[in-house]
């Protein structure tokens, strides 16, 4: 294999005793990075495809101060989970949707793509090599992030010359501190996360940086995360900084259909399904901001996040609360999605990789 020109640094060679019990209090994970022992890396030039990568140390790597992906934020990520299960299995979830949900961001960003089986064998070996971080049953999951960054230097504003695909992982349980309690969502004016045109329907670091005043504001507010309104009208919802959103009336689900600003969610995809499965009508549409008033139930989804109840949405000074009491929608399609990453329940629809 030849080594990519932008990693001298990485130790390529040399394995880790992987025997040893990972050094972690699983009972206190939340969503730290926890650097655990390899990463995979896979590199080539504009215009040609990617051959063959390599896992290596888990390490920092080196890039050019022009690198494209520092100068121009060419680069787009994927988040993923794997699970053990309670017969000891290692299961991973609907890898195809992100290998897919990669390529379609890449080809917005002008960047060249791994293929699908590419992707797929790189997330195996990272996560097969990092076996010993995969938290126990219960205990949380291996989060997995692919990233593709334009990393070949480059000065003018163009696609860089050269690209890296990498794949980390880290632990984690849960994503907000809240745990299991229900978030408190703040829902922002002033800022919005994606416009017409843009590339927030893809999964772009470009589109993470630009929210984070909006989630600092209303942190500091006390808020969980903040919910995003369309940009054009200011009047439907969009997405949370971090996950989906649905609202629950009756028997009806509904979520902002994915038009070009809403990430497609690999998550959103699968409680759609899933609450499909369980009779519930789901919609995928225009959700007003004055729906939420009469909504019995809110709740998020994300890979990070999970399935996350909401508790209260503040709008414009007026805080809507919504009942955690009753028959809990959200509680009953996590529970599934969860027994289906887990192996609890039976996968029929092929949506788990075994590793
Ligand atoms: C994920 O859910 O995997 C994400 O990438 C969201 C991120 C803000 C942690």
Redesign the pocket.
């Known amino acids: 294999t030849t080594k990519p020109s932008g990693y001298r640094g990485i130790f390529w060679l040399g394995k880790i005793c992987d025997d040893e019990d990972a050094d972690v209090n699983w009972d206190k994970l939340g969503?730290g990075l926890t650097q655990t022992d390899y990463m995979y890396v896979m590199s080539c030039c504009k215009d040609q495809s990617f051959l063959k990568g390599q896992l290596c140390r888990y390490a920092n790597i080196e890039l050019s101060p022009s690198a494209g992906v520092l100068n121009y934020g060419q680069g787009v990520?994927?988040?993923?989970k794997a699970n053990r299960t309670q017969d000891g299995r290692i299961l991973l979830f609907r890898a195809g949707q992100n290998a897919g949900r990669m390529r379609h961001g890449a080809e917005r960003m002008c960047m060249p793509s791994p293929s699908i089986d590419q992707f797929i064998d790189a997330v195996k070996e990272t996560v097969s090599a990092n076996k010993r971080w995969i938290p126990p049953p219960g205990k949380g999951s291996l989060?997995v992030?692919p990233m593709l960054l334009g990393t070949g230097p480059i000065l003018g504003l163009a696609p860089a010359p050269e690209y890296t695909f990498l794949v980390y992982v880290s632990p984690v349980g849960y994503?907000f501190k809240e745990g299991t309690a229900p978030l408190n969502l703040y829902i922002e004016e002033e800022y919005v996360r994606a416009s017409p045109g843009g590339a927030g329907g893809v999964?772009s670091i470009t589109n993470?940086a630009p929210v984070m005043k909006a989630i600092t504001k209303a942190k500091d507010r006390g808020f969980s995360d903040v919910l995003y309104l369309d940009a054009i009208n200011k009047k439907y919802l969009e997405e949370v900084?971090?996950?989906n959103i649905f609202i629950v009336k009756g028997n009806v689900i509904s979520t902002p259909a994915t038009n070009g600003t809403i990430l497609e969610?690999v998550?959103r995809k699968s409680i759609i399904e899933i609450a499909k499965d369980h009779g519930y009508q789901v919609e995928e549409r225009p959700v007003a901001v004055d729906e939420l008033v009469d909504a019995d139930e809110v709740f998020c989804t994300?890979?990070?996040?999970g399935v996350a109840l909401v508790g209260s949405i503040t709008y414009r000074n007026k805080r809507t609360e919504f009942r955690s009491e009753g028959r809990l929608v959200c509680q009953q399609l996590y529970s599934t999605l969860v027994g289906l990453q887990t192996g609890r329940i039976e996968d029929k629809k092929g949506w788990t990789l075994e590793i």
Request: net charge positive; with cysteine; proline share 0%.
């Open positions: 969503f990520y994927e988040g993923m989060y992030r994503y999964k993470y900084s971090s996950c969610g998550t994300g890979t990070a996040v």
